[in-house]
T-cell receptor, first 114, second 117 residues
Framework: AQTVTQSQPEMSVQEAETVTLSCTYD???????LFWYKQPPSRQMILVIRQEAYKQQNATENRFSVNFQKAAKSFSLKISDSQLGDTAMYFC???????????FGTGTSLTVIP | GAVVSQHPSWVICKSGTSVKIECRSL??????MFWYRQFPKQSLMLMAT?????????EQGVEKDKFLINHASLTLSTLTVTSAHPEDSSFYIC?????????????FGPGTRLTVL
């Protein structure tokens, strides 16, 4: 079975600063996908960033980047130049390559302070 | 990006009635759709996986006779909560898998808030 752990239930960051959200996972699969989703107060799940496990290069999307450490089974999200609109719940998610199952972490509530 | 819609966005019903929630992929074909349930300040709990043209696969502990899922086409899946009770009140989210091309990922609908009186 796969498990996803987010050890930071709540975090805060000053506007324009950088913050890192941690995520670890456990799996015996050799190939898989990892995701970060954002859920703002509207509760719409929004894809932030996606990483294929077979790619060594860390994914980046504008102000969002990941630090993917496959051996350590770690997948942290770095948000640079934090904006007020980044305030949301952030979920780390794992998907097996051959299956459709998504496994979500428990989430980290991020507050950007003006 | 891909768009997934849900209807209705919120619904209030009396105990004992049935409620149908629709999930549509608007600009891609989704052979697989997923239904999640989310309680306040908690993570998403997968309820079932819906495959077009076949029976849904339910997660352990989810009553298939209570939560009826139909995936009649490549762009539509429905979740019917039968004989709803107050404990069924929750936020229900669907997602659709876009397996086309090189990007295999899921896109989520905006969710449906169900309140059972």
């Amino acid at each position: 079975a796969q498990t996803v752990t987010q050890s930071q239930p709540e975090m805060s960051v000053q506007e324009a600063e950088t913050v890192t959200l941690s995520c670890t996972y456990d799996t015996s699969e050799s190939n898989y996908y990892l995701f970060w989703y954002k859920q703002p107060p509207s509760r719409q799940m929004i894809l932030v960033i996606r990483q294929e496990a077979y790619k060594q290069q860390n994914a980046t999307e504008n102000r969002f980047s990941v630090n993917f450490q496959k051996a350590a089974k770690s997948f942290s999200l770095k948000i640079s130049d934090s904006q007020l609109g980044d305030t949301a719940m952030y979920f780390c998610a794992f998907m097996k390559d051959t299956g459709n199952q998504f496994y979500f972490g428990t989430g980290t509530s991020l507050t950007v302070i003006p | 990006g891909a768009v997934v819609s849900q209807h209705p966005s919120w619904v209030i019903c009396k105990s004992g009635t049935s409620v149908k929630i629709e999930c549509r992929s608007l600009d891609f074909q989704a052979t697989t759709m997923f239904w999640y349930r989310q309680f306040p300040k908690q993570s998403l709990m997968l309820m079932a996986t819906s495959n077009e043209g076949s029976k849904a696969t339910y997660e352990q502990g989810v009553e298939k006779d209570k939560f009826l899922i139909n995936h009649a086409s490549l762009t539509l899946s429905t979740l019917t909560v039968t004989s709803a009770h107050p404990e069924d009140s929750s936020f229900y989210i669907c997602s659709a898998r876009d397996g086309g091309g090189a990007r295999d990922t899921q896109y989520f609908g905006p969710g449906t808030r169900l309140t059972v009186l």
